[in-house]
């Protein structure tokens, strides 16, 4: 449990202390198509995502999942983070825009046993999330590829 957040609050504060020593750092524009190509579902199908597409994830994402989900860690239980790793061994699988927009739609724990859509912002329970009332499934792609983005942009940062 203290690994994990340990180790998100350690790549948050390298990413924080990097930013302030080199504001330059890549942003979607500077992204190139490599390392804009992520995952769209389980069977290998991988996606560009635009320029536009990362920019916009990034301010939904912010707007929307950041009061819980910082640096890659989940303040609620800092055992299951947003990287790469844990995303791919949820059950089913989350390391793909489909399975993640699942997710949004319809939550459920780790271990895939059961939905926590009442205790998790989903589209299912917007009704109580309102955050989540206006998302669009255009948005909900977005979110998803700035979730998948993130780890390729901390590589390249500290790679």
């Known amino acids: 449990m203290l690994r994990g957040y340990l180790k998100s ?19 979607a524009i500077e992204l190139d198509e490599a390392s804009r190509t992520i995952a769209l579902d389980g069977s290998g199908k991988t996606v560009v995502l635009t320029p536009e597409q990362v920019k916009r994830g990034k301010r939904l994402f912010n707007a929307t999942c950041s009061t819980c989900h ?16 844990a995303l791919f061994n949820a059950t089913p699988s989350r390391a793909n825009i489909e399975s993640l927009i699942d997710y949004m739609k319809n939550p459920t724990s780790y271990d895939g046993l059961e939905s926590i859509a009442e205790i998790h912002p989903s589209i299912l329970s917007a009704d109580i999330f309102p955050k989540m009332r206006s998302l669009t499934e255009d948005d909900l792609y977005a979110i998803a590829g700035h979730i998948l983005l993130q780890p390729k942009i901390i590589a390249i940062i500290f790679g």
Do not use: E, H
């Open 9 to 27: 609050f350690l790549y948050s504060l390298f990413f924080g202390v990097f930013v302030l020593i080199n504001p330059t750092i890549a942003f």
């Open 70 to 85: 910082t640096g890659g860690i989940t303040k609620t239980n800092p055992n299951i983070g947003l990287d790469s790793d």
